[in-house]
């Protein structure tokens, strides 16, 4: 061996160290959990559905959103945009969530992804609506919300998955600048005493009449990074995602909740 090749091998080992020291955690990798495949199939949604039924909590009259107060402050009142007859996520004032909390329920909420939208990914149109507001920030439980029409990104992330962790049964999403709207049979999560779990959430979801999740059971809460977990709580705000991704916010409209 030359003594050229002895002089290369320490440094080959020092570069392999600097190299090794560089890897990211796996347990701190938001990649870690993100699925890929299945692709979820492509379906042609139909109409909006009818006005709310008669036995029905509204939680957006078209007007103001005096149900709703700010994440960052419950003394004050949500800070996004009202239009005519819907409200726009008003960027960098933070999430809003609803005064009254509820256990098990049936939600019906409109959106619509922006037609100017711009952005790829998880960076499109994104939101998100908690099922359970379980803290400030985005605890709780999550159904994605976001531009999928022609646009790609890990399937347990997309719209109408229970985030990071499941995959929704369809691709029911319109096209930027229409309307859409889910339908969300919501039961929530029981706990122990000791808070330990008693029974596990499970969520069925439509999206534009498309079945998207038949019964799912959870985890835990959802997480970005990391594996889901429970943590003991009782009755929970709704809560909508001020996501602070760059491309132009998404607007809601005719929200109503029944109590099951």
Not at 32 to 43: A, D, L, R, S
Not at 59 to 76: C, I, M, Q
Not at 213 to 241: C, D, F, M, W
């Amino acid at each position: 061996m030359s003594k050229y090749a002895l002089l290369f091998i320490p440094a080959f080992f020092s570069m392999q160290a600097m190299a090794q020291d560089k890897k990211v955690d796996p347990a701190r990798d938001p990649k870690t959990t993100e699925v890929w495949e299945p692709v979820p199939k492509i379906v042609t949604p139909g109409n909006l559905p009818q006005d709310a039924p008669s036995d029905a909590i509204i939680l957006f009259n078209g007007r103001n959103l005096d149900a709703w107060h700010s994440v960052k402050d419950a003394t004050k009142p949500a800070a996004w945009t009202i239009d005519d007859g819907f409200f726009t996520v008003k960027k960098g004032t933070g999430n809003i969530e609803t005064n009254k909390k509820f256990t098990d329920y049936q939600l019906h909420m409109e959106w619509k992804i922006p037609a100017n939208i711009t952005g790829e990914g998880q960076a499109r149109g994104n939101s998100g609506v908690f099922l359970a507001s379980t803290g400030g920030g985005d605890d709780g439980y999550e159904i994605q919300i976001m531009d999928l029409y022609n646009n790609k990104t890990y399937v347990n992330g997309q719209t109408g998955s229970v985030y990071k962790q499941a995959i929704p049964l369809a691709n029911a999403n319109k096209k930027p600048g229409e309307w859409q709207y889910y339908d969300i049979i919501w039961n929530a999560p029981r706990f122990n005493e000791d808070g330990s779990l008693l029974k596990p959430a499970s969520v069925t979801l439509f999206l534009n009449g498309v079945l998207l999740q038949n019964g799912y059971v959870l985890k835990g809460e959802t997480r970005y990074i990391g594996q889901p977990q429970y943590k003991k709580h009782g009755p929970a705000s709704i809560k909508l995602q001020d996501h602070g991704d760059p491309s132009p916010p998404i607007s809601f409209r005719n929200i109503w909740v029944r109590e099951l």
